[in-house]
């Protein structure tokens, strides 16, 4: 801000003569020096808006469109090469049976034939329990790779490893050249780094949940599900493990619900509004079968053969009945 030649002028004599006491002139002085100009003022107002509107005083040109602002949200999903349906077995508490309930799945898939074509489902399992798997188990694998060998690994790890076995194993050279119909996925329990990976990652068709009939297990049902469905995970339905107990050795067999009634199983799945797959029995054969590495649906031959069936070829018939309704669900024929 600059001096008026008067303001200029009396500031000159104030200097000449400081102990003035010529209170009109201080008068004065101190008016004009405290009085800003008015072009002044108006040219600092608009320099500092323009400074601040546009820091770097870049051009200006209003015909451009405004920049596209960047995708919010997790990752796209995306399938699975040479897959063409994707399940997920599923379970909120471990020691379920969830590792067999999936193994017998996949080979009940692999029994079903396609009406028209009678050609059997090409089906594969993956085992993501990365730190506890019990595939290799069920399926007599044991002596291969490392059995002994234990993943200590943190979440960011976890979830590479997920990425890479979902996305890089060709699952074409297991299948003849021709791909698979159908992958079942063996989730580990509990809602965390692996089923979140899964959901953010794949286009999952169905999900089964198994479960037993305990008030502890049902609790932790409630739980997996609702993860599910805030990745948007569609859930086939549920299965109830252990529902209860034939002998074998009777003529005519009544169960017996060691664990409880599924009524409340059958309670919350009416709640949460999803439908009841099966209600597997709790067989001797059954466990025995897996920790030999032959599962129960093989050994049963896939269906009942007898009109008084019992035992495992009960286990087996529901189960039976469970893959159909899932190749039904996910639209495995069409």
């Known amino acids: 801000m600059s001096l008026t030649p008067r303001v200029f002028s009396l500031r000159t004599r104030l200097l000449k003569s400081p102990f003035s006491t010529n209170a009109l002139t201080r008068a004065s002085l101190t008016q004009q020096w405290r009085e800003p100009q008015p072009t002044t003022s108006r040219h600092f107002t608009r320099t500092s ?7 770097l005083g870049l051009p200006r040109n209003n015909a451009l469109p405004p920049p596209t602002m960047p995708r919010r949200g997790g ?21 379920v049976g969830k590792s067999t309930v999936a193994v017998n799945l996949a080979f009940a898939l692999g029994l079903l034939q ?15 329990d990365i730190f506890g798997p019990s595939i ?12 002994d060998l234990t ?18 194993v060709d699952w074409a050279a297991s299948s003849e050249g021709g791909g698979l119909d159908v992958v079942v996925i063996d ?55 252990q529902s209860h107990y034939l002998c074998p050795t009777c003529v005519n067999p009544e169960p017996k619900y060691l664990f409880g009634t599924p009524d409340r199983f059958r309670t919350v799945a009416s709640n949460l509004s999803i439908p009841i797959l099966g209600e597997l029995p709790l067989v001797e054969g059954v466990s025995g079968g897996g920790d030999q590495g032959w599962p129960v649906v093989l050994k049963s031959g896939g269906g009942a053969k007898e009109a008084g069936e019992k035992g495992e070829q009960a286990w087996t018939r529901t189960m039976m009945g469970v893959a159909e309704k899932v190749a039904k669900e996910i639209g495995v024929w069409s």
């Open 49 to 55: 808006y323009r400074e601040h509107q546009n820091p």
């Open 75 to 95: 990752p796209v999903k995306r399938n699975i090469l040479n897959v063409k349906k994707v399940v997920a077995v599923a379970s909120g508490k471990g020691g």
């Open 114 to 128: 396609n009406p028209s074509t009678h050609r059997r489902l090409r089906v594969g399992v993956l085992d993501l």
């Open 136 to 147: 290799p188990t069920l399926m007599g694998l044991t002596k291969a790779g490392e059995p």
């Open 151 to 168: 993943p200590v690994w943190r979440g960011l790890m976890v979830q590479k490893a997920v990425q890479q076995l979902l996305f890089d």
């Open 187 to 241: 989730m580990p329990p509990g809602t965390g780094d692996v089923p979140l990976t899964l959901g953010q990652l794949v286009e999952v068709d169905g999900c089964v949940i198994v479960s037993t009939p305990q008030d502890v297990a049902l609790a932790d049902v409630r739980k997996g599900i609702a993860m599910l469905r805030k990745v948007n995970v569609p859930i086939s339905g549920l299965v109830l493990n």
